[in-house]
């Protein structure tokens, strides 16, 4: 996997990004840990939630910065892609990962700063798309 250093995600040598604040949401308890685990050893701070209106009720406030949500789709009270717009109402400069199973709806266009993975994912994989993702924040 990626090493983190002095608090950097740093990805393939090439590039690195810092990252203050995520959500994870998911509703399965060991995904969301190992998730969660990615991000801290990467040195970031990390909340997290197993439904769409528990992660809502976090971010409702502007005060508490949110640059990345990584959420699946399907979530108790409130599915993933309508989190995702509720939040990024809320927080501007928010990037978003969408981990599915599931491909994407073919009508579905993803702003710059989102994305859609499919599970399963490698932590290269992950590593990469989140580093991605944050450098496209706007």
Known sequence: GSP???GRLVVRGAWTVRLQRARVVEREPVVRQVVRRLLVASGQVVLEAASGTGALALATSPLRRIDLLITETRLEGL???VLARAIKAIHA???VCIVSADAPPESL?????WAWLRKPVSVTEFYRVIAVLLRRRP
Not at 109 to 113: C, D, E, G, M, V
């Open 4 to 6: 983190a250093v002095g």
């Open 109 to 113: 266009s993803l702003p710059r700063a």
């Open 79 to 81: 599915a993933g892609l």
């Open 93 to 95: 400069a928010l990037a």
